[in-house]
C-alpha cells in the first residue's frame, strides 16, 4: 500500500484534483519562482532552528535522502530511547508517513515542534499538526505536546549570527489532538482519490489558497473563458458567487447585481472599448502642488532571516531609488542610487535620499503609502535623519489617487497600477524594451545576484546597468503620466 506524505494530504485538503494531479501526472505540474523561494527560506528556517534547538549540538539530523523513509523511521523509534533532541524523525504507519522538525526529550515522552517561516500560526499549520500529531503517535511516539514555531517580524536582529528570538512558538497541543477523527477521515478521503480517477473539481479560489496550485494551466484549458472577466470589476466581492452561477463576464451581468460608480465605469469602458479621461479633474489635482517636483521611487528586498544588525524578519529594505527632478519649464533632471556592496544599504540611502529630494517642493509617487511607510522606517532605525526624512514623507504627493479617480482605458483591466496605466497614456514607453530587469520581482532578483560573494564583476555591472535602467524608466514614466494629467503635452520631455 502507497504512503500518504503529510504534504500529500495537505495537497488533498487544498483540492482533491490536486493530490490526484501530484500522485498520477505530476508532469502537469509548473513550479513557479515563489515556491521554490518558499521552499529555500523553509530550508533556512529549518537549519536555523537546529541551532536555537540545539545548542550544544547533541542533536541527531535523520537524513531522509541518503537512508530511505523505512530506514529513517527505524533509526528514529531507536533514537526514541535515548535523551536527545531529534531533528526530521520520521514516522511511518501503514497508511501515512511524516517527518517531524524538531522532538526534544521531555518527562516520559516527547515535544514536537514544527517549525515554519511565516510569521502567524495559519489554518493550514493547524492541519499539518493534527496529521503529524496522529501519525507519529499511531506510530508509537509518547507525544507530549506539539507546538509551531514560526517568525517573529518584530524581533531585531543583534548580528554575529546570533538567532535567540527569531522564533516564537505556539502550544497547539489541544487543537492538534483533538483531532484525530477528521485526520482519519482525511487519510481515507485522500486514499479514496488517489485510486479513483481524475476528480472534476473546477478552479476557483483553492487554486491559489493557501498555496499557489502549479496545476492551473491544465485545470483552466478547457474551461470557458470570459472575453471581459468580471474579476477585472474592482473591489468586486461577486466574483465568485457568480462564477458558481457559471457567469464569468461582464457582458452577462444580471441588473439586479449593484455595482459601485467605479466598477460601472470600468465595465461600461470595458465594453465600448472607450477610454475616459477627466482632463480637467486631474489639472484641478495637481494644481496645489507646482513645480519644481520630484518624482520618486524605491526598489527594496526583503529576508525571512535578516542578515544586516538592525533589520528585522521580512523587513523591506531600501537599495535603489530613482529620482527625476521636473524645473517649472519641463527641465528635467535625474539622479539616482544603489547599493551593491552586500552591506547593509540603509543609511548611505538614506542619506542620498534627503540630499536629492530638496527642501520644499513637492515629491510625486506612484501608491505613497510604500514610499511613505519606508521612509518612517528609515526615520525610525536613524533618528539623526528622522527630521530631514520626515519632511519628505510631508510632502509626498500621489499620482495612483490622480490616476483612479481621473482616468481609465480598457486595457488596464481593471488595475491602476502604473505598469498597467503606462501604455495606454504614453504607448511610446514600455517596459517591455527593457534588458533583464523589467518589473520589481525582477529588480529583487537581480540585487540577490548581484550581491552573491560568487557572482563577477562583469556580471555585477551588467545587472548594475539593467537595475539603473530599469528604476530610472519607473520615475520617468511618472514624469510623464504628470504630464498628461498637468495637461503639458506639448512639453518635450
Ligand atoms: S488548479 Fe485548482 S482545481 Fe486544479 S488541482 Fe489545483 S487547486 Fe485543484
Not at 529549518?46 to 535522502?65: F, H, Q, S, W
Not at 524581533?155 to 528570538?165: H, K, L, R
Not at 529588480?443 to 535602467?469: F, G
Request: charged share 25%; proline share 5%.
Amino acid at each position: 500500500m502507497r504512503r500518504l506524505s503529510k504534504s500529500k494530504l495537505l495537497a488533498y485538503r487544498q483540492c482533491p484534483r490536486r493530490l490526484w494531479l501530484e500522485i498520477h501526472r505530476p508532469d502537469l505540474n509548473i513550479t513557479n519562482a515563489e515556491t521554490e523561494a518558499n521552499f529555500l527560506v523553509g530550508h533556512q528556517v529549518g537549519d536555523i532552528a537546529r541551532g536555537l534547538y540545539d545548542p550544544n549540538g547533541k542533536g541527531v539530523l535523520i537524513n531522509i535522502e541518503s537512508e530511505g523513509f523505512d530506514q529513517a523511521a527505524t533509526h528514529t523509534q531507536a533514537l526514541l530511547g535515548s535523551k536527545q533532541p531529534i531533528f526530521e524523525g520520521t514516522f511511518v504507519t501503514r497508511e501515512a508517513l511524516v517527518l517531524s522538525d524538531v522532538l526534544l526529550p521531555v518527562h516520559q515522552g516527547w515535544r514536537m515542534v514544527e517549525v515554519k517561516s511565516s510569521t502567524s500560526v495559519k489554518d493550514y499549520h493547524r492541519d499539518d499538526v493534527a496529521i503529524q500529531s496522529l501519525v507519529a503517535r499511531d506510530a508509537g511516539l509518547a507525544l507530549k505536546s506539539v507546538s509551531l514555531a514560526h517568525i517573529d517580524n518584530t524581533w531585531i536582529y543583534p548580528g554575529s549570527e546570533d538567532y535567540q528570538g527569531l522564533l516564537v512558538e505556539e502550544d497547539l497541543s489541544d487543537q492538534a489532538f483533538s483531532r484525530n477523527g477528521e485526520v482519519r477521515q482525511w487519510i481515507a478521503g485522500a486514499r479514496q482519490t488517489m485510486a479513483g480517477g481524475e476528480p472534476e473539481v473546477a478552479t476557483g479560489p483553492q487554486c491559489s489558497t493557501p498555496f499557489a496550485c502549479g496545476f492551473y494551466t491544465h485545470c483552466s484549458a478547457f474551461e470557458p473563458q470570459a472575453e471581459y472577466p468580471i474579476a477585472w470589476l474592482p473591489s468586486f466581492r461577486k466574483t465568485e458567487m457568480l462564477r458558481k452561477e457559471g457567469i464569468l463576464d461582464m457582458k452577462d451581468l444580471p441588473d439586479a447585481i449593484s455595482l459601485t460608480e467605479k466598477q460601472q465605469l470600468v465595465r461600461n469602458m470595458t465594453l465600448s472599448g472607450k477610454s475616459y479621461f477627466d482632463a480637467e479633474g486631474a489639472v484641478a489635482d495637481l494644481k496645489p502642488h507646482p513645480l519644481p517636483g520630484y518624482f520618486l521611487d524605491f526598489e527594496t528586498i526583503q529576508f525571512a532571516i535578516p542578515i544586516w544588525k538592525g533589520t528585522k524578519p521580512y523587513q523591506q529594505i531600501t537599495f535603489q531609488f530613482s529620482i527625476h527632478r521636473l524645473g517649472v519649464l519641463g527641465k528635467l533632471q535625474h539622479e539616482a542610487f544603489l547599493d551593491l556592496s552586500g552591506n547593509d544599504p540603509s543609511r548611505a540611502f538614506a542619506e542620498k535620499l534627503i540630499a536629492a529630494c530638496g527642501d520644499n517642493e513637492p515629491v510625486f509617487v506612484y501608491n505613497a503609502a510604500f514610499e511613505r511607510t519606508r521612509i518612517a522606517e528609515l526615520a525610525e532605525r536613524f533618528p539623526a535623519l528622522e527630521k530631514r526624512l520626515l519632511n519628505i514623507n510631508e510632502r509626498i504627493v500621489d499620482l495612483l489617487p490622480v490616476a483612479r479617480e481621473r482616468y481609465y482605458h480598457p486595457s488596464q483591466k481593471g488595475s491602476w497600477s502604473i505598469k498597467a496605466v503606462l501604455p495606454a497614456l504614453v504607448a511610446e514607453l514600455s517596459y517591455d524594451n527593457l534588458e533583464g530587469v523589467q518589473n520589481g520581482g525582477g529588480a529583487q532578483a537581480a540585487y540577490l545576484e548581484a550581491i552573491h560573494p560568487q557572482t563577477s564583476e562583469n556580471r555585477k555591472q551588467t545587472l548594475e546597468r539593467q537595475l539603473l535602467e530599469y528604476c530610472k524608466l519607473d520615475t520617468y514614466a511618472m514624469v510623464r503620466l504628470w504630464q498628461v494629467f498637468a495637461g503639458k503635452t506639448h512639453w518635450r520631455l
